[in-house]
């Protein structure tokens, strides 16, 4: 016998758990204003997102999908992509999506239940992010389509869990990908658990990356804790996608620090230890600690910071509490391009207050 075809996935981490660089660096992680930057993005997310679950529990909010723990591939997610890019996010992304133009406010919103969140003010390309697992995927490789048909300089990425890499919509996102040599990149944050489906009973496929191998082109696996080490894989995976090189699939190692949702208690399924051991390979700390080392953070900047992303986000909610209600009818308008005639049957009784 002979080898038909062999592979292999390749780790990459520059930044080690405090914030130690473990080689040489990319020249970007010299750039004060750039990693500065990604840190206040995160930092800034981060206080979006307490307060967005504080929100939930006091009865403001609907369902939330908190982000704790998983900033700085979403972070370096927005950074890499260029403002013509397309962005098909899953519901976790919200660091990319801020760095695109969506407002906070948008988001807080769209997790109100009021859809005018999602159709962004100031980013008319971006989907919205999407709940139904996987079938961003697919939006992202016919967005990449058009892009190639028309003769676009544009790229689209897509975000999933790695549990959303188990649905078929993926890999047939995949496939066409890699059949008509797409200008799209699949970040998967394997942030280890999809509800309380654990990553070792998700799939006996080794690592996640790997799955771009089956559909002909290159996965590659990162710590996705390490703000550079996504940066620079995002950023070229894009970058390659833009030269006509075709798509990459990258799998970031992460940990969902948080539940699943609003709606889960993942202490129900999960050890404490697990929990306490992944927030030592928490992005946020490991960034601060490297920008400190450098030299191009300290106690006072941090300080500011917070103040400044406190502030900003009680300005937001501000806005949220008191923005105008939607008329219940409004739950028909999103819908359809044209409304079926039942259904306009069924808004008219809404509007009379007969249903
Ligand atoms: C098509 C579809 N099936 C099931 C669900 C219910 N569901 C919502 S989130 C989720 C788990 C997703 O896990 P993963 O893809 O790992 O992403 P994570 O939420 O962990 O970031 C499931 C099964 C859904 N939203 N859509």
Redesign the pocket.
């Known amino acids: 016998m002979t080898t038909a075809a062999e592979f292999q996935i390749e780790y990459l981490q520059y930044l080690q758990a405090d914030g130690k660089a473990k080689s040489d660096l990319p020249s970007f992680a010299s750039d004060e204003t750039l990693m500065v930057n990604l840190y206040k993005t995160m930092v800034q997310v981060r206080a979006y997102d307490t307060k967005a679950i504080a929100l939930q529990r006091t009865g403001k909010m609907g369902t939330y999908?908190s982000t704790l723990g998983q900033e700085a591939l979403s972070a370096a997610t927005g950074a890499a992509m260029q403002k013509d890019d397309v962005f098909a996010p899953?519901y976790?992304d919200y660091a990319a999506q801020i760095q695109r133009s969506v407002s906070m406010l948008e988001i807080y919103q769209y997790w109100g239940g009021d859809e005018r969140g999602n159709c962004y003010q100031n980013n008319p390309h971006d989907f919205p992010m999407s709940?139904?697992?996987?079938s961003q995927c697919l939006h992202a490789a016919g967005a990449a389509f058009a892009f190639k048909y028309r003769k676009q300089n544009r790229v689209a990425v897509t975000t999933?869990?790695?549990?959303?890499t188990s649905?078929g919509d993926f890999y047939e996102a995949l496939n066409v990908a890699g059949a008509w040599k797409l200008p799209v990149v699949f970040v998967v944050?394997n942030?280890q658990?999809?509800?309380s489906v654990p990553r070792g009973s998700q799939t006996a496929c080794e690592t996640i990356a790997q799955k771009a191998i089956a559909a002909g082109f290159e996965g590659i696996q990162i710590d996705g804790n390490d703000i550079i080490a996504c940066r620079k894989i995002i950023g070229d995976a894009i970058d390659k996608a833009r030269r006509g090189d075709g798509p990459t699939l990258v799998e970031a190692i992460t940990y969902?620090l948080c539940d699943?949702t609003t709606a889960d208690d993942a202490s129900r399924y999960r050890e404490d230890n697990e929990v306490t051991n992944a927030q030592e390979l928490e992005p946020i700390k490991r960034t601060r600690a490297y920008l400190t080392d450098v030299g191009f953070w300290n106690d006072e900047k941090e300080a500011a910071l917070q103040v400044e992303c406190k502030k900003n986000v009680d300005a937001v909610v501000e806005q949220y509490l008191n923005i105008e209600q939607q008329p219940l009818e409004n739950l028909f308008d999103y819908h359809y391009a044209e409304l079926p005639a039942n259904l306009v049957e069924q808004r008219q009784e809404v509007i009379e207050g007969s249903l």
């Open positions: 999908a899953y976790r709940v139904p697992i996987g999933i869990g790695e549990g959303g649905e944050n942030n658990w999809a509800i969902r699943h």
